[in-house]
C-alpha cells in the first residue's frame, strides 16, 4: 500500500485512471448487457438491477428482451403480460414505471430514447443515476451515476463526512462525483469508468465486509486510510419498517380444472396491480361475509414472512376447496383463474410461491 496521493483535488487525476485500469483488467464482464448501446437494453438492466442481485435479473433479462426485444414491442403489451413477466422480481413499481416509460419513448420520441441524461430524466420511472448511466454507457456523455453502491465507494474514498440522509450532503457528493470523472476521456473510457464505479461498489468496496486489501484504491482512499472504512457513508436517518400480519383467503375449485379466486389489487400501495388472494386484516375479517357452512371447510396454512422495503409481512393464509361453483356474490370481488394461466398473471412472490406449493402437494395426494 502506498501513501496518500496528495489532497481531494488531486484525485481527479488519480481515482478514474485507476479505476478504468482495474476495470478492464479485472472488473465483471459477460453479462448479457454489457458492450451494448442500446439504450433499450441498458436501461431495461438499470431498472432491474435496482435492489436485486445479479443472479437473480439474468435469467429475468433474457425472458423480457424474448418477449419485447425493443421499446415498441413493450410499449404495445398489455400491462397484465409485463407484470406476469415481472412476477418474483419485486419492487413492482419498476415494472409499471417502464411500461409507462417505454409507451412515453415511442408517443412522445418517436421510439427513440433521449441522448442526455437531462432528456432521459424526463422520462417516466427514470431517476438521476439511471439517466447517467444510459447516457454514459450509450452516448459517450461525461456524467457519473450515484447509486447506492457508488455512493459507498465514493464517501469512502473522500471520508465524506456529510449527512446522507440530508440533501445538501447528497448535492454535494453528486458535485463531487462530477470532478472526479476523467477529463477529456474517450467514449470507452466513460463506459470503462461507468462500470468500473458499479464493480467496484457491488464486489470490492461491499457494505458489511469491504475487501480493502483487494481494492485497487487502498493507497488513496482516505476511508481506510483512516482505519475506519465502513463508518462511510454517513447516515443518520435509519429506516423505521412496520411489522403487519395479513391473512389471505384463498379460494381453491377443484370442479373440473383447478381454479383459483384472486383479485387486482389497488392501484397504490403494495403490490399495487397484481393479483392476489382477497386480503384482510384480520381472520374475524376473513370469515365475515363467508356462508356458515364453509367456515368449517376453512384450513389454516403454515403462516409465511415477507420482507419488503419498509415493512415486515406476515401471511396467514386459509384456504377453502369448493367442490362446486359457488354464487359469486358468497364471494369478495374477483375472478377465477385457472391453474394453468397463472403464469400469465402478476403474481406476487409469495403468493406465486404459495399457489405453486399447493398445485403441487394436490398432485402428489392424487398419484
Same mark, same amino acid.
Given at each position: 500500500?502506498?501513501?496518500?496521493?496528495?489532497?481531494?483535488?488531486?484525485?481527479?487525476? +488519480? #481515482?478514474? $485512471? /485507476?479505476?478504468?485500469?482495474?476495470?478492464?483488467?479485472?472488473?465483471?464482464?459477460?453479462?448479457?448487457?454489457?458492450?451494448?448501446?442500446?439504450?433499450?437494453?441498458?436501461?431495461?438492466?438499470?431498472?432491474?438491477?435496482?435492489?436485486?442481485?445479479?443472479?437473480?435479473?439474468?435469467?429475468?433479462?433474457?425472458?423480457?428482451?424474448?418477449?419485447?426485444?425493443?421499446?415498441?414491442?413493450?410499449?404495445?403489451?398489455?400491462?397484465?403480460?409485463?407484470?406476469?413477466?415481472? !412476477?418474483?422480481?419485486?419492487?413492482?413499481?419498476?415494472?409499471?414505471?417502464?411500461?409507462?416509460?417505454?409507451?412515453?419513448?415511442?408517443?412522445?420520441?418517436?421510439?427513440?430514447?433521449?441522448?442526455?441524461?437531462?432528456?432521459?430524466? +424526463?422520462?417516466?420511472?427514470?431517476?438521476?443515476? +439511471?439517466?447517467?448511466?444510459?447516457?454514459? #454507457?450509450?452516448?459517450?456523455?461525461?456524467?457519473?451515476?450515484?447509486?447506492?453502491?457508488?455512493?459507498?465507494?465514493?464517501?469512502?474514498?473522500?471520508? #465524506?463526512?456529510?449527512?446522507?440522509?440530508?440533501?445538501?450532503?447528497?448535492?454535494?457528493?453528486?458535485?463531487?462525483?462530477?470532478?472526479?470523472?476523467?477529463?477529456?476521456?474517450?467514449?470507452?473510457?466513460?463506459?470503462?469508468?461507468?462500470?468500473? /464505479?458499479?464493480?467496484?461498489?457491488?464486489?470490492?468496496?461491499?457494505?458489511?465486509?469491504?475487501?480493502?486489501?483487494?481494492?485497487?484504491?487502498?493507497?488513496?482512499?482516505?476511508?481506510?486510510? !483512516?482505519?475506519?472504512?465502513?463508518?462511510?457513508?454517513? &447516515?443518520?436517518? +435509519?429506516? &423505521?419498517?412496520?411489522?403487519? !400480519?395479513?391473512?389471505?383467503?384463498?379460494? &381453491?375449485?377443484?370442479?373440473?380444472?383447478?381454479?383459483?379466486?384472486?383479485?387486482?389489487?389497488?392501484?397504490?400501495?403494495?403490490?399495487?396491480?397484481?393479483?392476489?388472494? $382477497?386480503?384482510?386484516?384480520?381472520?374475524?375479517?376473513?370469515?365475515?361475509?363467508?356462508?356458515?357452512?364453509?367456515?368449517? !371447510? @376453512?384450513?389454516?396454512?403454515?403462516?409465511?414472512?415477507?420482507?419488503?422495503?419498509?415493512?415486515?409481512?406476515?401471511?396467514?393464509?386459509?384456504?377453502?376447496?369448493?367442490?362446486?361453483?359457488?354464487?359469486?356474490?358468497?364471494?369478495?370481488?374477483?375472478?377465477?383463474?385457472?391453474?394453468?394461466? /397463472?403464469?400469465?398473471?402478476? /403474481?406476487?412472490? $409469495?403468493? &406465486? @410461491? @404459495?399457489?405453486?406449493? @399447493?398445485?403441487?402437494?394436490?398432485?402428489?395426494?392424487?398419484?
Amino acid at each position: 500500500m502506498s501513501g496518500v496521493v496528495g489532497t481531494r483535488a488531486d484525485l481527479p487525476f +488519480t #481515482f478514474a $485512471p /485507476l479505476l478504468i485500469e482495474w476495470q478492464r483488467r479485472a472488473g465483471r464482464s459477460g453479462m448479457p448487457w454489457q458492450g451494448s448501446r442500446d439504450p433499450y437494453r441498458v436501461w431495461l438492466s438499470e431498472v432491474m438491477l435496482q435492489q436485486t442481485q445479479v443472479s437473480t435479473v439474468l435469467g429475468y433479462y433474457t425472458r423480457f428482451l424474448d418477449r419485447f426485444p425493443d421499446v415498441r414491442a413493450l410499449a404495445a403489451a398489455h400491462t397484465d403480460e409485463v407484470m406476469a413477466l415481472w !412476477s418474483g422480481l419485486g419492487y413492482y413499481s419498476r415494472a409499471r414505471n417502464l411500461h409507462r416509460c417505454a409507451q412515453a419513448v415511442v408517443n412522445s420520441h418517436g421510439g427513440e430514447f433521449p441522448a442526455t441524461a437531462a432528456g432521459l430524466e +424526463t422520462l417516466p420511472g427514470i431517476g438521476a443515476s +439511471t439517466a447517467a448511466a444510459i447516457a454514459s #454507457f450509450c452516448f459517450g456523455e461525461r456524467v457519473s451515476i450515484v447509486d447506492g453502491n457508488v455512493r459507498r465507494v465514493l464517501t469512502r474514498l473522500l471520508a #465524506f463526512e456529510g449527512d446522507l440522509a440530508q440533501a445538501a450532503p447528497q448535492r454535494e457528493l453528486w458535485n463531487l462525483a462530477q470532478a472526479l470523472l476523467p477529463i477529456d476521456p474517450a467514449a470507452d473510457d466513460i463506459t470503462a469508468y461507468t462500470q468500473g /464505479l458499479m464493480d467496484l461498489g457491488a464486489t470490492v468496496c461491499t457494505r458489511s465486509r469491504p475487501a480493502c486489501g483487494q481494492c485497487p484504491m487502498n493507497g488513496i482512499c482516505r476511508g481506510y486510510l !483512516s482505519g475506519e472504512p465502513q463508518r462511510f457513508p454517513v &447516515k443518520t436517518r +435509519t429506516l &423505521k419498517r412496520r411489522h403487519e !400480519s395479513w391473512w389471505l383467503l384463498l379460494v &381453491k375449485l377443484v370442479d373440473g380444472p383447478d381454479r383459483f379466486w384472486l383479485q387486482r389489487r389497488p392501484a397504490s400501495g403494495i403490490w399495487a396491480g397484481l393479483y392476489c388472494p $382477497p386480503v384482510f386484516e384480520s381472520e374475524q375479517a376473513a370469515h365475515a361475509g363467508l356462508p356458515p357452512a364453509w367456515l368449517d !371447510s @376453512l384450513i389454516a396454512l403454515d403462516a409465511v414472512s415477507h420482507s419488503l422495503t419498509h415493512r415486515e409481512l406476515r401471511l396467514h393464509p386459509l384456504l377453502l376447496e369448493l367442490r362446486s361453483q359457488p354464487n359469486l356474490g358468497e364471494l369478495p370481488e374477483g375472478q377465477w383463474v385457472d391453474a394453468q394461466m /397463472l403464469g400469465q398473471h402478476g /403474481l406476487p412472490a $409469495p403468493v &406465486k @410461491l @404459495l399457489l405453486q406449493a @399447493l398445485l403441487v402437494s394436490d398432485l402428489f395426494s392424487r398419484t
